[in-house]
């Protein structure tokens, strides 16, 4: 190295652009002295495509656009752009044409030193590595990370945090039939026997079939006679898995849990294949036997635990979404059963239908309550007004309690426009389909996503298929639906930079349902109406539509990528809220994604972009927006 | 013209310089710092990119400007071998400075201070350049040809640092910009780009030169 070379500016340069910020700063330092720079003007090509690169183009200053051979734009950025990186790594030929679309300036690194970059960096060398626009292997790839803290979380967990009640004891001098009936009061399997703090022994189930029943024992004997004395346990800091490796190697079920001799409770096998299935099952399962709305409430506080193991398990996002939507419907069902309990039945059958992402098994933490009710047309209001309201500001209130607030369009059956027999909504679908206003179609894009939640099913079918074939039938409907869909901007910026809220309470956020998750909603409820499906999710409606021909199976692929990558990483973002406190939203800050994840996030809004312009260009949608 | 003068720019070696100096005046002024970097064509190498710290005991004024304290300078080498350096890398290569005259007025000094020759050869100053492609747009706003303002009009980045080899190099990707937007028109060799040295000002330096 030449002495007093000071390229510092230049090194600072790099050191604020990715790759190059993932280099250590010895090597940093040398990197200015092997470059060399060239200018091109706005217009000139900067590498054409179909040549080999022998160097690694780095825009310093001004703007290039990269084409693929059809001329569509793939990208186009400015400063700290890598050129040519790919296909000099794999020594192909570049596949896209690269031109100065402002004059420019850039870095060039010759072949020599690229190679050896790679080989100091691992990160270096997997930026040029990752190929643009594969979002299914991101996906993989993420859920794959996220899979293997799940296997740590799991093999971490204490066995002290998995006891889940006080323990029960008794006496070492008591009866059996003590022991029996204590345990049958409070529906436990198992007891642990003491002495004074001390635990001597523990009684199970199986001990009072095996050794009390069976053996003509007399019930009156005292428990230490018939227990397991000295039993096998664990310290409240042991592992879980060391537990579950113990209940398996001695083929036993019960495990006192012991903190310097004195009982904590106990753990048995289905504790720790709980903590394995993140237990939504159980959840659900709690859920559907609470009984008063505030049990609901609190076992409702369970739900972010749930969704954080699934995402520690690498679930998908479109399971999560099913396993959050179940624990979502159960929460509604049993606060109607609850309701309905305290009012006594129905004087009209009625269907309670829930709207939204939970009607398209997509729903997120935190979402806001979208619900209607459908009544039988023998409603009569002067009869029926009050029952109907009650039953709705029950559950609404219930689920605010829950922690959905109430949806601030007023969507929900607490509005006498979102309560009305079957021939009023069957009006409004007409109405809605045949004069297609702004409001009006906002109005049906919320309620064209229904689903049987509760009641009568046979009235929400009959909606349904009214639905259906109104809007298969009304071109005009569906031209304005597109214009709506192909209207919303993704954030991506000119140069295919991700654009953020520059101030405010969301400064430097950019919120990926809005602009991302509902826009891919919003193109697939298009194409659903349009193919006449009777789904409601997204993915679901997004095949149908590629079945019935009205959607390229590749862009329908790719929309389906970009969905999940994107639910996916919302997902992850509001797990990580919950567990700071926090409550969940869609705002996610791009300056601290990972380069992986901001340049897929780039290629999944590019994607929707893409589905809006087929969109524009199939229906009439210009005059519309 | 010499047979160099039809030299195409795309195959021009050149050596963009900038010095640090401690006033204005050749005369009563010393050299503080030089840098330089080679363009060869239209490619800035930085691998020949230097800077040099000339040693010396009173830096003058110009201290506040380079950002250079005594320190610095006295542990600079001295002029002799920075000029012989200097001297070395400019061979077979074309001097390129922005405001050129100021650049050579201190080294053809320096050089005589020391009793050797001056730099020989043509040069090409980015400042006249600028003025040149200017010129047919109409009057030139004041301050249009300084080095930075001449630059942003390229849309070249601003840079913080200002010291011999940062603009140095910042003359070089200028010149790169000049010569770009020359090229779009016609081809470009040495005659078209280097700086004329009036005859009388040619007779006065070879005069000086000779004593």
Same mark, same amino acid.
Request: aromatic content about 16%.
């Given at each position: 190295m030449p002495l007093d070379v000071e390229l510092a500016e230049i090194r600072d340069f790099l050191a604020a652009h990715e790759p190059f910020s993932s280099l250590p700063a010895d090597v940093l330092e040398a990197l200015p002295a092997r470059l060399s720079i060239v200018y091109r003007r706005r217009g000139d090509v900067v590498l054409a495509a179909g040549t080999t690169p022998a160097e690694l183009l780095v825009v310093r200053s001004g703007a290039v656009e990269l084409r693929d051979p059809d001329g569509e734009l793939v990208e186009r950025a400015g400063a700290g752009l890598c050129v040519g990186g790919s296909a000099l790594a794999r020594g192909t030929a570049q596949p896209v044409a690269t031109r100065a679309i402002e004059d420019t300036l850039l870095l060039v690194c010759p072949a020599e030193a690229f190679h050896e970059l790679r080989e100091r960096s691992v990160e270096f060398a997997a930026f040029f590595e990752q190929r643009a626009g594969q979002l299914r292997e991101a996906v993989a790839r993420q859920r794959a990370h996220y899979m293997t803290d799940a296997d740590r979380a799991v093999l971490q967990s204490r066995v002290g945090e998995l006891v889940r009640r006080t323990p029960v004891g008794i006496g070492a001098e008591q009866p059996i039939v003590e022991a029996a009936r204590l345990m049958s009061a409070e529906r436990i399997s198992s007891l642990l026997v003491t002495d004074g703090e001390r635990l001597v022994g523990i009684l199970t189930d199986r001990d009072l079939r095996t050794r009390v029943l069976a053996a003509g024992?007399? @019930?009156?004997?005292?428990v230490s006679t018939v227990m397991t004395p000295d039993p096998v346990t664990v310290g409240p800091d042991a592992l879980a898995v060391e537990a579950l490796l113990e209940l398996v190697q001695r083929n036993i079920h019960h495990l006192p849990v012991v903190d310097r001799g004195r009982p904590l409770g106990m753990i048995t096998a289905t504790d720790l294949l709980r903590l394995q299935q993140a237990s939504p099952v159980f959840l659900v399962g709690d859920i559907a036997k609470a009984p008063d709305v505030a049990t609901v409430v609190e076992l409702s506080a369970r739900l972010p635990g749930v969704v954080a193991g699934l995402v520690r398990q690498g679930t998908s996002a479109r399971d999560a979404g099913r396993v959050t939507t179940t624990v979502g419907d159960a929460i509604e069902q049993r606060l109607l059963t609850l309701a309905e309990a305290e009012l006594g039945a129905p004087p009209v059958p009625y269907a309670w239908l829930t709207l939204g992402s939970r009607a398209r098994f997509e729903q997120a933490l935190g979402p806001d309550q979208d619900h209607a009710l459908l009544l039988h047309d023998d409603y009569r209001p002067e009869a029926h007004a009050a029952y109907f309201a009650d039953l709705a500001e029950r559950v609404t209130s219930g689920l605010e309690a829950v922690?959905? @607030?109430?949806?601030r369009g007023e969507?929900?059956?607490?509005n006498p426009r979102w309560r009305q027999p079957l021939a009023a909504w069957r009006d409004d679908v007409t109405r809605w389909v045949r004069t297609p206003t702004p409001q009006a179609v906002l109005e049906a894009s919320v309620f064209f996503d229904l689903r049987h939640l509760h009641g009568d099913p046979a009235l929400t079918a009959e909606l349904a298929a009214a639905q259906r074939t109104a809007a298969q039938s009304a071109p005009i409907f569906l031209a304005h639906l597109a214009a709506h869909a192909a209207a919303g901007h993704p @954030?991506?910026?000119?140069?295919r930079e991700l654009v953020v809220d520059r101030s405010g309470e969301h400064r430097d956020t950019l919120d990926l349902k809005r602009g991302g998750i509902n826009l891919i909603v919003e193109i697939a409820r298009l194409h659903g109406l349009a193919a006449g499906t009777l789904e409601t999710s997204t993915l679901a409606r997004l095949e149908d539509a590629v079945a019935a021909g009205g959607l390229s199976a590749a862009l329908a692929a790719d929309l389906r990528d970009a969905w999940e990558f994107l639910a996916h990483l919302r997902l992850r973002h509001q797990v990580e809220r919950v567990r700071a406190g926090l409550s969940p939203d869609n705002r996610i800050a791009p300056a601290r994604l990972s380069h992986f994840e901001k340049r897929h996030l780039k290629a999944a809004f590019g994607v929707i972009r893409t589905a809006q312009d087929a969109i524009s260009h199939r229906y009439p949608v210009r005059g519309l927006m | 013209m010499t047979s160099a003068d039809r030299t195409p720019v795309e195959d021009l070696r050149l050596l963009a310089i900038d010095l640090e100096t401690s006033g204005l005046s050749p005369a009563h002024d010393r050299i503080l710092a030089v840098g330089w970097v080679p363009v060869d064509g239209t490619r800035i190498d930085l691998s020949g990119a230097r800077r040099h710290l000339v040693r010396q005991d009173e830096p003058g004024d110009a201290v506040t400007i380079h950002r250079l304290t005594h320190d610095d300078l006295e542990t600079g080498r001295p002029l002799t071998e920075v000029l012989a350096e200097l001297r070395t890398a400019l061979e077979g290569r074309v001097l390129l400075a922005h405001h050129a005259p100021f650049d050579r007025g201190f080294l053809d000094a320096g050089y005589r201070s020391l009793g050797q020759p001056s730099l020989r050869g043509p040069d090409v100053c980015t400042l006249v350049l600028q003025r040149r492609l200017l010129t047919p747009r109409g009057e030139i706003p004041r301050g249009a040809l300084r080095l930075w303002r001449a630059r942003a009009h390229y849309g070249l980045p601003v840079a913080r640092a200002h010291d011999a080899l940062g603009d140095a190099l910042a003359c070089a990707e200028l010149y790169l910009a000049q010569v770009a937007e020359l090229r779009a028109h016609r081809p470009v060799r040495l005659r078209d780009v280097r700086r004329r040295v009036p005859l009388l000002d040619r007779l006065r330096a070879w005069w000086k030169g000779r004593r």
């Open positions: 024992v007399d @019930p009156a004997s005292p922690g959905y @607030p109430r949806c969507k929900m059956a607490t @954030p991506l910026g000119f140069f | -």
